[in-house]
Structures are given as C-alpha cells and as structure tokens.
C-alpha cells in the first residue's frame, strides 16, 4: 500500500502539504462524480479565468488527461488532480475540502494566498485588490 493511500486512511488529509491538499470527504466525493463521466475521469483539473467583481474565478473540471504545462498531482494511485501551469502560482498550498450546507454538498477550494473576494462570491483576488 502507498504513503498516501495509508495517509488517506488515518489521518483523511491526502497529497502533499504545501503543495495541495485533498481531504478524505473531498476524494470520495471526487471519486463518486468522476465515474459518471463519459469516459471515466481519472482526476479533477483546476483553472482560472477572469470573472465577477474581484478578479478571478477557479474552474474544477473532470478529465481524463492534462493538459502540456499542467503540474500533475497524484493524490492516489488512481486519482489526481491537475493544475493548470498559468493556476498553479495562486492555488499552491489549498486545501480541497467537500462542505455539506444543509441538504447541498460542494467542493470548496482554501486557498491561503487568497486576499479577498467579492461580495456574491463568485470571484477572488491575489495582491492588493480586485483587478
């Protein structure tokens, strides 16, 4: 058995911290969703394009390849997540969590190098303020 499958099974935190970090509720909820893909997804692949109010906003797709540049992040030996190269200096040092908010479920990316986001929460921004 690997490091992260172990890791994954005590102390529900997976990948490398630092790096990014996919909690246990998040992989299964991961792993549910990408099986009902056309083809199967073999990992989560994390954007970001220019939105809302403040600036940015992430993208989270299902695929079943990266992308040329994109940072490749094996949270278990059958599941990964990609980052996109022009993503990967904001997102670096997340933490993907699944939140339950009432009856609805999401994935919710914590980001540390966040600054700040509009009100509706569509969009964040890096720095010193919205673009």
């Given at each position: 058995?690997?490091?992260?499958?172990?890791?994954?099974?005590?102390?529900?935190?997976?990948?490398?911290?630092?790096?990014?970090?996919?909690?246990?509720?998040?992989?299964?909820?991961?792993?549910?969703?990408?099986?009902?893909?056309?083809?199967?997804s073999v990992a989560l692949r994390i954007g970001m394009k220019?939105?809302?109010?403040?600036?940015?906003k992430y993208t989270l797709d299902y695929v079943s390849q990266?992308?040329?540049?994109?940072?490749?992040?094996?949270?278990?030996?059958?599941?990964?997540?990609?980052?996109?190269?022009?993503?990967?200096?904001?997102?670096?040092?997340?933490?993907?969590?699944?939140?339950?908010?009432?009856?609805?479920?999401?994935?919710?990316?914590?980001?540390?190098?966040?600054?700040?986001?509009?009100?509706?929460?569509?969009?964040?921004?890096?720095?010193?303020?919205?673009?």
């Amino acid at each position: 058995m690997s490091n992260k499958v172990e890791q994954y099974q005590t102390e529900a935190v997976l990948g490398e911290m630092g790096r990014l970090t996919v909690t246990a509720k998040a992989l299964a909820h991961l792993r549910r969703q990408a099986v009902k893909c056309t083809p199967v997804s073999v990992a989560l692949r994390i954007g970001m394009k220019k939105a809302g109010c403040s600036g940015v906003k992430y993208t989270l797709d299902y695929v079943s390849q990266s992308e040329e540049d994109d940072e490749v992040i094996a949270i278990t030996p059958d599941f990964s997540i990609f980052v996109a190269a022009t993503a990967w200096p904001y997102v670096r040092g997340s933490v993907i969590d699944y939140v339950q908010e009432g009856v609805n479920g999401r994935l919710k990316l914590n980001n540390p190098n966040e600054t700040g986001g509009c009100g509706c929460g569509e969009s964040v921004y890096f720095g010193d303020g919205p673009e």
